[in-house]
């Protein structure tokens, strides 16, 4: 990837945290189809278990919706029991997508950021 | 929705509530716009969290009257009227730990309004705790069999809704019932699709996930300055939807209002707690989005199209709620030069001190939060000349989880007494003790669930 930079995945993708019980899942949504392939490419499994490896999840899947040029993150075990037992002010871990987001990901030189 | 037989004009569906702490007066712009667009019609309020039916149940055991959404009178006060004169069905789970409870009280609303007598319908069934037996205590989680059980209910669908309403209810109060199921209900009642039609009873359920959670699907919690900026987000619209007989469906919003609906934040709301796309379970079916699509069809129309359903499964979930403790939670700000150091120090003090009163093994959770929380003026002058800055006010915060209220009382009174005895210029305690409850979930057999629905004077 000659040129290629490094950007925050908020700059190319939206995305929201839900929660059920101690699990976790985040949606990624590209802004630009053309930024899809980069995402199903870069935004894996195992970057987001590294991300989030502080949180101890004991599993991390992907669910790829390529109508949608959106992804799925399921992770458990990462709300400390979720919203009845965290001692997390956010015990839902709503604000989680934002952490998600800061993910570099390599932007082919070809290709603008959205944002 | 006048008559009971199959219709093929679409239902819109208006959502006036997306949980209980959600703004009383939302569903007023819906009300007007359905009334306006002249179709058959519909209201959905959800506002029963997991928690939430825990609590009401805390309060009915209190007072047997109680139990039902404290805000009920607030959500329906200002459209009631106009929905029973334009013949627009209200679905709501405000029911919580008491729909008949729920239903006196909106009869009482509709005198003191000076309506006719309503057709308040109830649908039973949720409760397993009070059918409590031997079979269900064998499904319970093991982690609640050592507790003391608050509440355990099961999700039902939306059968008994749909026959509530081809029965003529002017109003649907619900328990415990899966939250599409909300909008599903209405769909049923109106087209008379086949229970077996899963297709539809998918597209049906993925209209009420859409709606489910109010604004979150028109602009709410989605606005990020200079990246998704939302237009007048302050007035943000709740949701219609205009479900199709085929089963596809057109999202909008209440007409005048702010927000904003465009395939951003419907897919945002499409994937909001879902784990697998392809298998969303519900009571009535097993939705799959793998194949969905979005269209713009104009401003604030998105199109839905394009979800399958699968046979619906054998069991049934349901929450289970249990005492679980309390939570002990104290802050303290400190600001000026060293102050992220006197916080942390102010930390450690507290942990020393439990340990001394023998509260050692207590996991505690500590805090530093933010940039300004005491320095500023009540104004707020102080923000204009700081607006970006590296901290130097920060606030400690100390949480832990007790089994005993005397515990907690320890915690909170030794961050209270960090203002005489911890580092320099602490201030702007604030405490709190919070009763806990726990969940988990378990699943039952559908036929051991003895739903029904009746009409309640």
């Known amino acids: ?61 992907r669910y790829l919706l390529p109508r949608l040029h959106a992804m799925n993150f399921v992770l ?12 997390n002010l956010d015990s839902h871990g709503k604000s989680l997508s934002g952490l998600l987001l800061t993910l570099t990901v ?3 030189s070809d290709l603008q950021e959205t944002t | 929705m006048a008559t009971h037989a199959a219709s093929r004009e679409p239902l819109n569906i208006g959502c006036g509530a997306g949980f209980s702490g959600d703004r009383w ?15 058959p019609s519909v209201l959905m ?37 106009d929905c029973v004169r334009h013949k627009i069905p209200i679905v709501g789970n405000f029911g919580a730990a008491n729909p008949p409870g729920a239903a006196a009280r909106i009869h009482e609303l509709a005198r003191a309004l000076g309506l006719p007598a309503l057709r308040v319908a109830i649908v039973e069934g949720d409760d397993l705790l009070a059918q409590r037996s031997e079979a269900l205590d064998r499904l319970l989680p093991a982690a609640s069999r050592e507790r003391k059980l608050v509440s355990v209910n099961v999700y039902l669908g939306a059968q008994q809704i749909a026959q509530a309403l081809r029965a003529g209810a002017d109003v649907v109060v619900t328990g415990r019932v899966a939250d599409p199921s909300l909008a599903l209900g209405p769909l049923l009642a109106h087209f008379d699709w086949d229970m077996t039609d899963w297709n539809r009873l998918a597209a049906g359920t993925m209209a009420g996930h859409i709606l489910e959670c109010g604004a979150q699907v028109t602009g709410g919690y989605f606005a990020d300055p200079g990246v998704k900026d939302v237009p007048d987000v302050a007035n943000v619209g709740f949701p219609i939807l205009e479900v199709h007989e085929d089963g596809r469906f057109v999202v909008s919003k209440a007409q005048d209002t702010g927000g904003c609906v465009d395939r951003r934040t419907v897919t945002e709301q499409l994937l909001y707690e879902i784990h697998d796309p392809a298998a969303y379970l519900t009571p009535d079916v097993v939705a799959d989005l793998s194949e969905a699509e979005l269209r713009l069809l104009g401003p604030d129309r998105v199109e839905v199209r394009g979800i399958l359903g699968h046979e619906r ?15 002990a939670e104290g802050e303290i700000s400190y600001a000026g030069p060293n102050a992220v150091a006197r916080a942390k120090l102010a930390g450690d003090i507290v942990a020393q001190r439990l340990a001394h009163l023998g509260l050692g093994a207590l996991a505690l959770r500590r805090d530093l939060i933010g940039v ?18 590296e901290p130097e ?36 305690v604030r405490t709190s003790i919070t009763p806990r409850l726990a969940s988990d979930s378990c699943y039952v057999p559908r036929e051991d669930v003895r739903a029904g629905w009746r009409f309640v004077q």
Not at chain 1, 50 to 56: C, M, W
Not at chain 2, 28 to 39: H, K, S, W
Request: charged share 25%.
């Open chain 1, 1 to 61: 990837m000659s040129g290629a930079r490094d950007i925050a995945l908020h700059r190319i993708a939206h995305g929201r945290t839900g929660d059920k019980g101690n699990r976790c899942s985040i949606s990624v949504i590209a802004f630009d189809p053309s930024h899809w392939s980069l995402l199903v490419e870069q935004v894996t499994e195992e970057r987001v278990l590294e991300l989030f490896s502080f949180r101890r999840p004991s599993s991390v899947r």
């Open chain 1, 76 to 87: 458990d075990d990462v709300l400390d029991g979720g919203v009845n037992g965290s001692l």
């Open chain 1, 106 to 108: 390599q932007l082919p």
């Open chain 2, 25 to 39: 007066d939302a569903a007023v712009p819906v009300v007007r716009t359905l009334i306006a667009r002249g179709t």
């Open chain 2, 45 to 81: 309020f959800e506002t029963l969290a997991e928690r939430t039916l825990a609590l009401a149940q805390l309060q009915r055991r209190q007072t047997p009257d109680a139990g039902w959404e404290p805000s009920l009178e607030r959500f329906l006060q200002p459209v009631l009227a």
């Open chain 2, 313 to 327: 499964p054998a069991t049934l979930k349901a929450t289970v709620c249990y005492e679980g403790g309390w939570l």
């Open chain 2, 372 to 389: 300004g929380s005491i320095f500023a003026d009540d104004a707020g002058a102080w923000w204009a000349q700081h607006a970006s800055r």
């Open chain 2, 393 to 428: 006010d920060v606030r400690l915060r100390i949480a832990a989880q007790v089994d005993e209220r005397a515990h907690a009382e320890l915690l909170t009174r030794e961050v209270t007494a960090l203002y005489t005895c911890g580092p320099a210029g602490g201030g702007g």
